[in-house]
């Protein structure tokens, strides 16, 4: 495989992970297997689309699937997913906290121009 077709695979991965819907999916899967019943109680996502969403993640890897009785659990496919979901959520915050101290300073003043 050549990097131009890695690089195609890895953007896949990235747009499958790229929705806040299945963000919260993963999230709800990160302390292992969990049923839809129970995925649509940890998220509040109505059944339907969260259905739609573990065909999505399911179909490009994200989460595998295995049948228990009348019920199917999900789990995440890989424990480096989820290491990787929470290293963007620590780039996030420090981020936001960068902004917020960056703004701060400024908020009480007025410029010259505003008077």
Known sequence: MND????CLHSDL???????????ILNALRD??????????RTSI????VSQHLATMRAKGVVIARREGAHVLYRVSNPKII???DLITEVMRETLETQAR???P????????DR
């Open 14 to 24: 990235c747009k499958t992970l790229a929705n806040a819907k299945r963000q919260a």
């Open 4 to 7: 131009s077709e890695f690089f």
């Open 83 to 85: 290491q990787a979901f």
């Open 46 to 49: 109505p059944q339907p689309t």
């Open 102 to 104: 960056t703004v701060e």
């Open 32 to 41: 292992g297997e969990a049923s839809v019943s129970q995925i649509v109680n």
């Open 106 to 113: 400024f908020a009480g003043s007025e410029d010259e121009d």
